[in-house]
């Protein structure tokens, strides 16, 4: 209460929303408070309400009122000024003013060049129809995670179809999405409700949050009253307080500073927790605001601090930064000569929580000091006996692997492989840690693990490379690499088969005919990492014999990547389209497992249109395949023969779904 509105810190990036009162004393005041805040919310209740009566009579007057002739020269003279820069003469600019018939010029063009449109008469053919209707969905390059609140219908589909048993549907959901919005009305009356209390009774926020009598005004720098507050246009009211700060230049809006929601620049720690948990916390992933892993914002925690694996003789060898390296360090350096200020250490010490084994002559560069003190300063944050004790230990080609099946059938395209990672905790990844879900399942860890690229229990990948180097053969094309044999596509930071340098890179196929899966310095180009390179097959959508149907643009060669099925991913028990499958009489879901599916009814690509035909009636000619990704199961099509261009790609659902269908 002793807040002054001119000096109150409405500026503090976060109230303490956990304060706690601590004595009798402190509960009255919160009583007191509340009572002051429930007036405050009457009063501004009732204002604003009787305004908003008011001001819809007085809008329905108007609309009772017939509308003046429109002034289309004037307006079109505002319109033409508009655009006018401050040396042009509007003399210099010509209006056209078009209208379809001669009955539609208005009386006054002033000036305007004026032109009819012609009526013309389109004679159509008799067989023209318009086209049947069909399913269409949001393009997508990869498989999303479905973030539907499974309990809360976000819409209603085919709404306006009698033939469709709305209410069984409806029957599934607990509520609509739409129930739960908070009235836009509401929140500028709190917002007003904050203000006068803030500024004219001089509460401070805390006070005001203490009361619980609106919205929470700060919890995070995302959400929260205040926060809201700048999401939305504001409505202009005559009951709002307008002797209060009123300046809006974006960063301060009716007295509070919105920007001083982001951690100051200078707050590097600040804006590194508020930046990292925008990144997928699945290493694996590069993404921020990652719809495939879940929402980063609302539901990810950051990553683990990070575990630091060098001690501070285990740097590899390098050229030295200059000669204040720490690789320059010799008996004559004093150590204690290092004295640092509290911010540069903060400022080190939040950089190595997480990446604690940069190297120093990066990470001086980072904190604009000596590297030689760097290091100092790292050794004494991380001391060498604090290193986690497998840090040096490097898996070695040679080195006796132990191969986990990863699947209970020894076989993960059989749909009973449901990968139990990505794993996450302190501490080796080993059967005695309870921790390691992947240790304790039997299964490798990945690149979507939290542990080190040294952790022995990692997918070791393949040496494919080595081994074809002598031989001229496709790198991991055959059974002969590991990783296609165990169903995974192959790890560029793992493997050893050249994949790496081709990611995500069409190479134009040289005059020679060389064939394309050799780089120009002769080495092979990984042949076991489609998904990953996206190197899908030209393909058409058109009309076929049973709806539409995708068709080859060029000639797809047998064994061909023809592209992968991507769609919303969920959880098969939490299914609740069935109804709508079955009304539609479309179904476009892929089981991946069998825990989970992915349906592109609503999000896909081309392969959703991919229609059914069998070895038997000799139609099949691709076939659907699991592969693990970087630990992730997803589906490839392949072709089983050769395509023609201009062919239509079929492959077989599989018994199931026409069970379904019946
Ligand atoms: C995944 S969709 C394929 C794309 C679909 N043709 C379209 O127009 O969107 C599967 C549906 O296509 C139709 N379909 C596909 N192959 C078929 C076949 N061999 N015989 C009859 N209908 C087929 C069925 O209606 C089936 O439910």
Redesign the pocket.
Known sequence: MSLDASTSDNTDPLATQDQVPSSNEDDEKIQENRTLAFLVYREVWDEFNKWKLEDCKRQLRLLEQPLPPPNIAEAAHKMASAFLTDGDESGDVEIIYICDTDDDIPLDVGGATVLTCETVSLKLPPDFAPHPP??SCTPAVQTIALRENEEQLPFIPYADDPTWDIGMYLSQYEAFAWENLVDPDVEVIQFEVLRRLHFGHRLSLDDIDATCVLLALRPNNRFGLIYQMTQRDELFWPGMMAEFPTADDGSERRGFNFRAHEPDVDDLRGRIESVIPRFCANPGCIHTHCHRHGNTIDDFASPPAAVPRLTSKDYPEGASCGSLCFREIDSSFQEDSVQWGSSEVDELRCILEIMPDTIPCGLAKLVRRPCREVFIERRRFIPDEKVYSESSRVVTAREKLNYYKDSISGDITSGAYIPPGPCSHIGPCDKNNANCICAQKSVHCTRSCHCSLTCKHRWPGCRCNKETDKKITQTCKTESCRCRKMGWECDSMVCECDNHSYVHRRKPRPKTKQPRMIRPDGKHYCQNSDIQRGLAAELEIKR??????CFAVKKIRPDQFIGEYVGELSVSAEDKRELLRKHV????SFGLNLQHIID?ARVGNET??????TEEDGLANASAKTTLVLGEPRIALYATKEIKAGGEI?FD?GEN?WIW?S
């Open positions: 069909y399913e076929g014999a049973f709806g539409l149907g009489g479309l179904n476009y592109s959703r249109y991919i229609n059914h035909g079929l659902y779904y269908k």
